[in-house]
C-alpha cells in the first residue's frame, strides 16, 4: 500500500498532535443524548471511504447501506479507495486549503500508518468511539489491539471494526507438515524450491510478512514498539541476514514476487505455490466454502504468535455528517453487523465484540462450529511494531531486493 510521509527526523510521538486534535470533541454521542444524535442524522448522506478490493467486503458494505436506510433514515455512500493513502492526503490538502466544515469524508476505513498520520496531523474528529452505546461490547481485554494501533494509542479517534490476525495456509496433500516458525519455513522452502513468495512490498501483506520475520528474529523486540530512530540499520540487520537466506529458495528465485495476495491464491490453487499468506484468518475458510480451494487446504500460524491488529472506522475532523457517521459506525459494531461480518458465507472477518458480554440471543447469532480451512492451534498474537517502521523497513527493502 502506498505510504504516507516518514516522520521527520527526531519527531517523538504525539508532538505534533495539536491542541484541537487533542481536545475532547464537544459532539461525541453519550448514552443520555443518543436520540438527538439518531434525529440529527436522519437524512444524512454519509460518505464513506473505504478499500474496495474485495467484493466481500463491497458486499456486505450494500447490505449495511440497506440496513441503515430502513433503520435510521441515512444514506450510506461507499467511496471506493485503492489505497486508504488517497483518503489521507485529500484531508489533508483539504485542511490546508481551510476547508474545516464541509469535508468530502464522513467515514474513512483505516488503521496502522495512515491513522498515526491523520491522528498526529489533526485530520481526525473525537475522542468518540468510546461514547458510542455499541463500544460496551467491545472486547478490550481479551483483544487489547482494539485500544492500541500500530502502537500508537487509539484515544476515542477511531472505533474498533474488526480482526486480523497474519495467518499461513496451504493444502494438506503437497503440506505434509506445516512450518509453524521460520526456521520452519526456511526448511520448507529448501525441501520445495520455488514453492513460497509473498507480495512484494509495499503491498500491505509483503510488508506485514517483513515484519512477521523481524519480530521472530530479533533478539529484542523492545525498540519495534517505538518510534523508528537513528539506530533503525543495525536493528533491521537480523531481517536482511533472514532473507538473504529465504530468497534464493523462492518462486523465480526472489528476483520477481507476486503482486498481491489475490495473485498469491490462485497460484496456490493452481499448484504453483504450495504455501500461500493471508491477514484474514478465514480467508481459507471463505475460499473453500466458495469452492475455489479445496477441503484438503489448513491454515495455521507460527507457534510463537503471529503480528494481529485491528482494523477500525475513523470520522475525518471536517466530515459534514458527523451525526450521520456515529450512527452508521454504532451500527456496525452492533451484534447483528458483527455477526454477519464474521459469517464466512457473508465476509469472515473476526468480531471485536467479547461474545461473553453478549446477550443469549445475540451471542446465538455467532456461529460456534470451526468450518473447513480454519486455523489449526491459533497462535498468540503479537502487535504490530510501530508505524513509523514501515515506511522505514520498506525503503530498505526496496534498495536491496525491489528490481
Known sequence: MTRPPPQPAGLRRRTMLSAAALAPWAGAAHAADWPAVERAARGQTVYFNAWAGSDRVNAYLQWAAAEVAQRFGIRLEHVKLGDTAELVKRVRAEKQAGRDRDGSADMVWINGENFLAMKREGLLLGPFAESLPAFRYVDV???????????????????????????????ARRVARAPTGFDELLAFAKAQPGRFSYPKPPNFHGTTFLKQVLVERVPDRAPFYRPAGADAPALLAPLWSALEALHPLLWRQGRAFPANTAAMRQMLADGELHVSLTFNPNEAANEIAAKRLPESVISWQHRGGTIGNTHFLAIPYNARAREGAQVVIDFLQSPLAQARKADIRHWGDPTVLALDKLPPAERALFGAAPAPGSVLQPAPVLPEPHGSWVEVIEREWSRRHGQ
Open 141 to 171: 481485554v481479551g483483544k487489547p489491539t482494539t485500544r492500541i494501533d500500530f502502537s500508537e494509542p487509539v484515544e476515542g479517534y477511531e472505533a474498533a471494526w474488526g480482526m486480523a490476525q497474519f495467518t499461513f495456509y496451504g493444502d
